[in-house]
């Protein structure tokens, strides 16, 4: 069964560090790219950061750049975010996908919210 859980979700004060994980289970993720999303409340999903399945190529939302970092760990078949600096408007559900069915560069997945598979989410609140 094809599947994909996020982790390390929580409430962090501003200028903390979280790090997400997003572990798929039923087929490599290696092969795949892999984008993270992120819904605020009453607002749009925006892709954060996906990373390409060629050349590990990666793209960043604006807001994030520099201070969120994509990266694989094909022996885990697990793909992280690493979030520094949050501040309160990175607060929302964060969702890991993955394109099974194409090949869309790093930045197509996450401007267009490309993905054939879901999971379910972790919430990040960043709140004093």
């Known amino acids: 069964q094809v599947q994909l859980v996020e982790s390390g979700g929580g409430l962090v004060q501003p200028g903390g560090s979280l790090r997400l994980s997003c572990a798929a289970s039923?087929?490599?993720?290696?092969?795949?790219?892999v984008g993270w999303f992120r819904q605020a409340p009453g607002e749009e999903r925006e892709g954060v950061s996906c990373?390409?399945?060629?050349?590990?190529?990666?793209y960043y939302l604006e807001s994030v750049q520099g201070r969120f970092t994509i990266s694989r760990d094909s022996a885990k078949n697990t793909v992280y975010l690493q979030m520094n600096s949050l501040k309160p408007e990175d607060t929302g559900v964060y969702y890991c996908?993955?394109?099974?069915?194409?090949?869309?560069?790093?930045?197509?997945?996450?401007?267009?919210?490309?993905?054939?598979?879901w999971g379910k989410g972790t919430l990040v609140t960043v709140s004093s």
């Open positions: 996908a993955t394109p099974v069915g194409r090949i869309p560069t790093a930045r197509d997945m996450c401007v267009m919210s490309i993905g054939d598979y």
């Open positions: 039923g087929f490599t993720l290696a092969y795949y790219a």
């Open positions: 990373i390409g399945v060629s050349d590990d190529s990666t």
